[in-house]
């Protein structure tokens, strides 16, 4: 079983370095080598986490229908590929791929005039001290300038296996719609995840108390991102996914200075083998209600594959029986599961509205400053019906049989291939079409390009030699 790597961003690594300034400081991914033909697969919603990451046999026949792969937070979407038999490497003059181009934040189409953002936001990686000696691997994305930038703190989710093995999340559709408003976004990995040092540590059937320990790290984090000299401390926002939703709620009793309010998206932990883990998952809830002394925003939808139908409604009026200031969205049903909402750069216009009259009511600033550089994609070229699966070039019939499969996916999606034989395709997340090339390249001797993107063929016949 072979996962592939995470999308890269189209900008230089992120370096690593210490923090300035602060004292002491999807479902399945195979490779099957039949002869030259093999198939690889990428996990990749954006924290598609969930309690040990499992996600139980209904929510897996869905993601696995149609041999769907799919990436948690942090990347997201999903991706196929496999190398044809195409003997020898065929040269191909290169077609127009999609560009760079300059986009302004959802909901702002009309708004012109605004500083550019490279696509890489800045992104640097830090490693953000903790009172006991330990550190804590976060991601840091921002606009151009030397601020002060309020602050947007996002909390990741657990994905499935060892949370020491887990990369760190690149919550991308995020930090973009923040960003483009003027935000420092920070994601900070809690101890025992990724490369913050520590070890995980989870008691067994207590929600509230695991909660509370991963909302220590919070702590820690927001108290270390007010120290940098380009952050504003007085006006600081924290958003939760999934289990770092739970986490976020729970930090609420507690806030250091300067934090408005939270946001929840999806947030729980899902902790199968305790006998009615959904009955404690509420408590705690109720019990994080009592003690709240932060607005909080709650944003849970009707299809998802981690929460029994209802759970998120009953967590919600535990919470707020206790006299928290809270809200509840329900967006209702999104593409396969709602729990990929936020990881989906398709979802932007479903949570965005929410999260903005929410932040106007905390103090928080909404309003477009900045365009970033996003990736759209090249336009119809007329070379084929996308419905016609014998029009592809290069494919052998494993190949024709995938692009099937990627017919049968949701917008955003992407199929890439090759002159060697290679194809790869790409569902949801934040760009398609950089998975789908990436994944493609991976297995092909020859250069890799979009054949189609959504609903449209976009390869150019000058681009297909063997035509």
């Known amino acids: 079983m072979i996962r592939a790597k995470p999308p890269r ?24 080598l039949n002869g030259l033909n093999g198939l690889i697969g990428r996990k990749g919603r954006e924290d598609r986490e969930g309690r040990e990451g499992r996600i139980g046999p209904i929510g897996a026949a869905l993601v696995c229908a149609s041999l769907l792969v799919q990436l948690a937070w942090g990347g997201a979407g999903s991706a196929h590929a496999a190398t044809g038999a195409v003997p020898t490497p065929l040269a191909a003059r290169a077609a127009p791929e999609a560009a760079w181009r300059v986009a302004p ?15 890489g936001m800045n992104e640097e990686v830090v490693m953000l001290p903790t009172p006991g000696g330990g550190m804590l691997e976060t991601t840091l994305f921002r606009p151009d300038g030397p601020g002060p930038f309020p602050i947007l703190i996002y909390n990741h989710g657990k994905e499935r296996g060892l949370p020491a ?40 059937c207590d929600a509230a108390e695991n909660g509370r320990r991963q909302a220590d790290d919070i702590a820690d984090a927001v108290a270390a991102l007010s120290r940098l000299p380009y952050a504003d401390a007085g006006r600081i926002v924290l958003l939760g996914a999934s289990y770092g939703g739970l986490a976020t709620i729970a930090y609420a009793d507690r806030p250091n200075s300067g934090v408005r309010g939270v946001i929840n998206f999806s947030g729980g ?52 029986a206790g006299g928290s200031r809270a809200t509840l969205v329900d967006f209702g049903p999104y593409k396969d599961d709602s729990h990929r909402l936020l990881g989906d750069r398709d979802g932007v216009s479903t949570w965005w509205p929410p999260v903005a ?48 499969d990627f017919l049968r996916q949701y917008p955003s999606r992407a199929f890439a291939l090759s002159a060697s034989g290679a194809w790869a395709w790409a569902e949801g997340g ?17 250069p890799c390009r979009l054949y189609a993107v959504d609903n449209a063929v976009v390869w150019n016949r000058y681009a297909d030699p063997g035509r």
């Open 269 to 320: 932990l899902r902790q199968t083998g305790c006998a009615d883990w959904e009955a404690d998952l509420i408590e705690a809830f109720s019990l994080y209600g009592r003690a709240a002394r932060l607005p909080s925003l709650w944003l849970y939808g009707a299809n998802d594959q981690l929460w029994p139908h209802g759970l998120g409604f009953d967590m919600f009026a535990a919470y707020a």
């Open 165 to 204: 093995h887990q990369a760190r999340a690149r919550p991308l559709p995020v930090a973009r719609e923040f960003v483009s408003r003027g935000y420092l976004v920070a994601v900070p990995m809690r101890r025992g995840f990724a490369q913050s040092s520590g070890s995980y540590d989870e008691m067994p």
């Open 105 to 119: 934040p959802a909901g702002d189409a009309g708004r012109t005039a605004l500083r550019r953002v490279d696509a």
């Open 357 to 404: 009259a929410f932040l106007t009511r905390v103090g928080m600033p909404t309003a477009p400053r900045y365009a970033v550089d996003t990736r759209h994609s090249p336009a119809p070229s007329g070379y084929a019906d996308v419905h016609d699966v014998t029009a592809p070039p290069f494919l052998d019939p494993a190949g024709r049989s995938a692009y099937l």
């Open 9 to 32: 961003m189209p900008a230089l690594p992120a370096p690593r370095r210490p923090l300035p300034g602060v004292d002491g400081i999807g479902c399945l991914a195979l490779l099957g």
């Open 430 to 446: 934040d760009d398609p079409m950089s998975v789908a090339l990436d994944t493609c390249q991976q297995r092909s001797r020859a």
